[in-house]
Structure formats: C-alpha cells, structure tokens
C-alpha cells in the first residue's frame, strides 16, 4: 500500500490476508490520533477491491474504476460511517442507515461491501449496540474497520470480534520522506515539520497545509510542558487559557496527552519517546521523578477528560480537576 507511510506490519498483515483469501470481517486499528489509521482503511479499502491489484506486494493499482472510485469518495460499497455535522457522537441512526442496512444489501459493484467507522470510542451505546449485531453476525462479503485513539475505552465484547491492528507513531525520517515525496515539501521545512509532529504524519501535513497549526502547536506544547513546575493558582489560570473554547480543549488536550505518553515512557525507562529538544527533556525529567505508577494515572485521567468532553462537559471544569491531579516533580507535591 505504497501511499501509506509507515506501519509496515499493519499492511504486511492485511495485504497477506487479501492473498491468502482469509479477510476478517472486522478490524480494529489503534494508536494516537493523526498517526494514518483512516488512511491505512481507504487504503485496505482500494486492495480489496481494486480489479488489478499486485496481491505480492499489496498494492491497489490506483487507477482502475474501482480504485478511483475509492480515492474520490464515491464507491457504493465504501461507506466511511462519521457523526452528523456539528455533533461528536456516531448517533444510532447513522449506524442503523449505513451499516445495519447495507451490510444486508449484496455488493454493487466488486466482492466485499467495507464500512470505515474511525474513532468508534465517539459512541452512544445504542449505537454500539447496534454496531455489536452487526458484528457478531456479519453478512457474508462484508468488512468492517474500526478505528480507534483510546482502545482501554472500548467493551471487551466489541474488541473480541475485531482482528487487532496496532499502529504506532511513525520515525521523523518517514515523517519528512512523505513530506518531501508526496507532499513536494522543501527539506529544511520537511524536517521542521516532521520534528514536531511526534510520529503524526497527519498532523504534519495538515500544519505544511496551515501554518498557523505549527505556531499553536509550539506554543501549546510550551505550556503543557511547564505546568507541572507551576504554581497552583497558575496552573488554574492556565486551565482558563486552554479551555477557553471546546475546540480548543480538545487540540490542548491530544497535545497534553500526546507529551504525556513521553513522560508515561520515560518513567517506564523506556528510551523511544516521540518529543523532541526541551519537550523530550522535559519528559524525561518529569518522568523520572514522579514514577509510573503516577504518571499512568494521570494518562487515564487525561483519556478520561478527553472522553468528558465529547459528552459535552464543561471544557473549564474538566481542566479545572487535571490541574488539580496533576503530579508535581517533587514527590510531596503532587496535590498542592
Ligand atoms: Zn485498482
């Protein structure tokens, strides 16, 4: 899947499986957000139902009526299943139209009927209820992709019926070589970009495309990576700043728990982090001095924010109670 950076496991896996003919019905892929898990579907998407595919390398041909019919958005058996305009959760009766009732129409046009459904921690549990029937008793020729950032999150009996897939950030070079192949990006500004990504190829080329992403980015992550040093009244004044919006507390948000992950890492001693320069010491710093045990409780309270927020909770109050549980680098501190 040769448009596909990175994650070459995921794709081993699932080209072996077109070639095999041993296709599951249903796939969960995870890992971060903006890491290419919609991407690596489409893609999955276009191999299976590609009428030229090279099945020894994996690869859709990209140019048949199938394969361009998938790249522009309007193949009938490719349904990417997302929440009505304007509201975070997949409501049932999205599922209901587009699953539930196109799983049990024949394909139109090639073998398979596939149904994208990203991030499906976004929702209500009628919904997932309707989704679990589908499921346990998938109609014949059809392939669901799950994908999600918060995999904890999910019931047991919905990953039960899912091949895992588990996507991991990408290296800065992979970051910058899409940039600059497929992206036509300059390399000084390829490798800026991918510097500050953390392994998101997604976000990458979304800030080449927005400048002012990057800017927001430096400046969030500045902010994220001092409050722990910060005073108590500051860290509220700070919860102010970045829950000044929800939109806002979400980006502040995936960037907290992004850096978080680094600070999880380093406490762990693991060496692998994805920051870079002062947030990468940062991290390691933090890490070192607050433990595992603590630094993964405040990752689950970071997800759990995170998951308040798409109920609609008060942005100010959710941040609010992480300034409060936030550990502190001194051991005695962590509550002040
Ligand atoms: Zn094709």
Known sequence: MRDVAGHAQAQARLARAVASGQVSH??????????????????????????????ETGDPCDSCDACRKVLHGNHPDVMLVEPEDGKRLLGVDVVRESVVRHANLAPSQGRWRVFILPD????????????????????????LLLTSTDPESLLPTLI????????????????????????QVAPAEAQALAALAQGR?????????????????KQLLGQIIGLPRASR???????????KDGDMAR?????????????????AGADHLI???????????????????????????????????????????????LMFDLPAPTASSGRR
């Open 201 to 217: 190829p997604g976000w990458a080329v979304r800030a080449h495309e927005h400048p002012e992403l990057r800017e927001e980015r």
């Open 160 to 183: 039960s019926r899912c091949q895992l897939l588990s996507l991991h950030p990408l290296a800065q070079s992979e970051i910058e070589r899409l940039l600059i192949e497929r992206h």
């Open 233 to 243: 009244d500051e860290r509220l004044r700070m919860a102010g700043v970045l829950a």
């Open 120 to 143: 499906v921690e976004r929702m209500t549990p009628n919904t997932l209820n309707a989704l679990l029937k589908t499921l346990e008793e998938p109609p014949a020729g059809v392939v």
């Open 251 to 267: 980006r502040a948000l995936d960037e907290w728990t992004l850096w978080w992950r680094d600070v999880l890492l380093a406490a």
């Open 26 to 55: 249903a796939y969960l892929l995870t890992g971060p957000e903006s890491i290419g898990k919609t991407t690596l579907a489409l893609a999955f998407a276009r191999l299976l139902l590609c009428e030229r595919p090279n099945l």
């Open 275 to 321: 920051s870079d320069g002062e947030a990468r010491r940062e991290a390691e710093r933090l890490g070192r001095a607050i433990g595992r045990p603590r630094a993964e409780a405040f990752l689950h309270a970071l997800l759990a924010a995170r998951e308040l927020l798409d109920q609609n909770v008060n942005a100010r109050l959710a941040f609010d109670v």
